[in-house]
């Protein structure tokens, strides 16, 4: 992952993730990097947020944890769905869902924060019309 994306993902929420995935699945960090192929240094450094996975990565840790989803673990790194391991897959390339994709790709975290919180309150208002 380049240095310009790393700033959209949510590295402590990925790590933090990754991490209960790993406890609920009962792995120990060796368990997780036999089962995945990727380092159990490696590993306890994303799940500490020291380190910005790449996609193969992601999807690696994705499809050795039970019960994880991998397209949101991807969505946490910065990156875009998997289009292979999309559970509902028409509904992630509606238009609006992809606005709010570009949003988290280009917006800054604090400016994408504002947004959500923004789309948020309105939701809520039009739930309660």
Not at 7 to 33: P, Q, V
Not at 91 to 119: C, G
Request: negative net charge; hydrophobic residues 40%.
């Amino acid at each position: 992952m380049d240095n310009s994306s790393s700033e959209f993902m949510d590295k402590e929420k990925l790590g933090h993730t990754i991490r209960l995935l790993r406890l609920t699945n009962n792995l120990s960090l060796r368990d997780l990097a036999e089962r995945s192929g990727i380092s159990y240094s490696f590993i306890s450094s994303i799940e500490k947020g020291r380190f910005s996975p790449s996609r193969d990565t992601i999807i690696a840790l994705g499809q050795a944890l039970e019960g994880a989803d991998s397209n949101e673990l991807l969505m946490l790194a910065g990156f875009a769905p998997h289009a292979g391991l999309v559970k509902e897959e028409s509904a992630l390339y509606e238009p609006e869902v992809q606005f709010i994709l570009r949003a988290k790709r280009e917006l800054t975290p604090k400016a994408f924060k504002t947004f959500m919180r923004i789309a948020e309150q309105t939701k809520k208002a039009l739930e309660d019309e």
